[in-house]
Nanobody, 123 residues
Framework: QVQLVESGGGLVQAGGSLRVSCAAS????????MAWFRQAPGKEREFVSA????????YYVDSVKGRFTISRDNAKNTVYLQMISLKPEDTAVYYC????????????????WGQGTQVTVSS
């Protein structure tokens, strides 16, 4: 079992930066691929980024490439999403998710989810 708790969300102006974190509790965090998803008001939850168990592979949705960076610290059981050049359309609740073995972009591939953290980008 893995429990995930996101933090670091908030209000930022367009063009600004923010880093959200996801702290995992439970054993064997390093065995899990991790991902970030987001859900904007009135929209379905969508994939944002994923990272392999050892951080060696990362993947991003096209809309955030070059602006977002996913990373992880297995010693701290934490995964991060650094966001720069934020846009109003990045406004959403950001969720982290975990799955054993390789990462995926489908939501139903992930077994564990956090409660989410709100990111609001003002224009």
């Amino acid at each position: 079992q893995v429990q995930l708790v996101e933090s670091g969300g908030g209000l930022v102006q367009a063009g600004g930066s923010l880093r959200v974190s996801c702290a995992a509790s439970g054993r064997d965090f390093s065995y899990y691929a991790m991902a970030w998803f987001r859900q904007a008001p009135g929209k379905e939850r969508e994939f944002v980024s994923a990272i392999s168990w050892n951080g060696g592979s990362t993947y991003y949705v096209d809309s955030v490439k070059g602006r977002f960076t996913i990373s992880r610290d297995n010693a701290k059981n934490t995964v991060y999403l650094q966001m720069i050049s934020l846009k109003p359309e990045d406004t959403a609740v950001y969720y982290c998710a975990a799955r054993l073995l390789g990462f995926a972009t489908r939501q139903d591939a992930y077994q564990y989810w956090g409660q989410g953290t709100q990111v609001t980008v003002s224009s």
